[in-house]
């Protein structure tokens, strides 16, 4: 398969705990992007990156969330101090530069805190 | 700002055609773009348009765009009971030099066999 993962599919957590997730771009992308969708709602975009570099985030992104990509391969975004309003699906995608208008969607890994 | 809206269901018979509808905010360079989700999965790019064009069409999927009235459609023909998820409508606006893309709600389409 050659398209987006996202590691884990699902986490179960309490409030207060510290949560990270991994996501696997599309090989040859250099754009990678976070979104998150809550219940009923379309995506919100969180964050994109160009290769290492991090060009733009989202007033959604609060001071608990960091996301990372150290060799502009892989991402993880880390949530500290979680919140029952975290509960969302999270999403990555990843583009070619310059082709941002075809960007391809990981499944997501569903958050659930408790 | 930018601003995606679409109705929320959608409830056709196999067979039948389906029409979702979207209204957008306006832009002089905005790409449009219709994306499909099934239960528990991720988001399928289904088609796109830029906003210089009218009209697309790619096998069953036609997208009409109408700039004057900011009006997005997707044509489904044939609709199939495969066809049935939620489809979003997504906006883009390269010349702000933002790469994010804003979605609406999302339409639920229902296809009854």
């Known amino acids: 398969d050659t398209g987006v993962s996202q590691d884990p599919r699902h986490k179960i957590t309490k409030r207060g705990q510290n949560v990270t997730f991994r996501c696997d771009p599309i090989?040859?992308?250099?754009?990678l992007y976070w979104y998150r969708q809550t219940l009923g709602q379309g995506p919100e975009f969180l964050t994109y990156f160009q290769n290492e570099a991090q060009l733009e985030k989202s007033r959604l992104l609060s001071d608990r969330f960091s996301a990372e990509r150290p060799k502009g391969s892989f991402s993880t975004l880390e949530i500290q101090r979680t919140e029952q309003g975290d509960s969302a699906m999270y999403l990555c995608a990843s583009s070619l530069e310059g082709l941002d208008h075809e960007q391809f969607f990981g499944p997501g890994t569903r958050l659930t805190v408790l | 700002g930018e601003d995606v809206e679409q109705s929320l269901f959608l409830s056709v018979r196999e067979g039948d055609s389906s029409v979702i509808n979207c209204t957008y905010t306006d832009s002089s360079s905005t790409y449009l773009y219709w994306y499909k989700q099934e239960p528990g999965a991720g988001l399928q790019l289904l088609t796109y348009?830029?906003?210089?064009?009218d009209m697309k069409q790619d096998q069953r999927l036609t997208v009409l765009l109408n700039k004057k009235d900011k009006h997005l459609s997707l044509r489904i023909a044939d609709t199939q009971t495969g066809d049935s998820a939620i489809y979003f409508c997504?906006?883009?606006?390269?010349?702000?030099?933002?790469?994010?893309?804003?979605f609406g709600s999302g339409t639920r389409l229902q296809v009854q066999p």
């Open positions: 997504a906006e883009s606006i390269p010349d702000t030099g933002r790469r994010a893309l804003t």
């Open positions: 348009i830029f906003s210089n064009m």
């Open positions: 090989s040859e992308h250099n754009r």
